[in-house]
Structure formats: C-alpha cells, structure tokens
C-alpha cells in the first residue's frame, strides 16, 4: 500500500513540476506578440550585442516587459521568453 502512495505521489509531483516548467515555444508566441513591435530579431544577432550573459538575457527582457512592451507576464511566461531567446539566439 505504501509503495501505491509512493507512485501516485510522485506523478502529482511530476505533474505539478511540469506545469510549472517555461514553454520554449509559448515563450517565441510570447516573443512575437510583444517584442516584435518594436525590433526585429536582428537585435538579437547583431555583431555588438551587449547580452554577454544569462542573466544579462533576463535583465533586459524584465527591463523592455515593464518599458517599451508594457507586457504584463507571469514570472513563468517572462522565464519562457527568456529561454526561447536564449535557445534561439543566445546559446549561453
């Protein structure tokens, strides 16, 4: 009986954990929907691009979601944004 709690606990768990993971590709329709009204994706892979980092990625997309988007997204949506960037362009 113990080790049927133990499976059904974990699949909750997983389930959870899951849903709870960024989208790469809600994260691009996120992308396109705000970020495109204002550049193209030439920003992104531009010789003297200043996103050295990560966490540099993140900054910028939390700076233009409150600025220039005016994109009220969860923290999750903004994560899923960030790694559609990161996987598309930035590989860090």
């Known amino acids: 009986m113990k080790s ?3 499976i059904v ?3 909750f ?5 899951a849903e709870e993971k960024p989208s790469v590709a ?8 705000k970020c495109m009204t204002c550049h193209t994706t030439e920003v992104y892979s531009r010789d003297d691009r200043r996103m050295k ?3 540099a990625l993140s ?5 233009c979601m409150k600025g220039a988007a005016k994109a009220e997204w969860t ?3 903004t994560n899923s944004v960030v790694d559609y960037l990161n996987q598309k362009f930035y590989k860090f």
């Open 4 to 6: 049927i709690l133990l």
């Open 9 to 11: 606990s974990l699949i």
């Open 13 to 17: 768990s997983t389930s959870a954990l």
């Open 26 to 33: 809600h994260g691009e329709q996120l992308h396109n929907d």
């Open 53 to 55: 980092t990560l966490q």
């Open 59 to 63: 900054s910028q997309v939390n700076n």
């Open 75 to 77: 923290e999750i949506e």
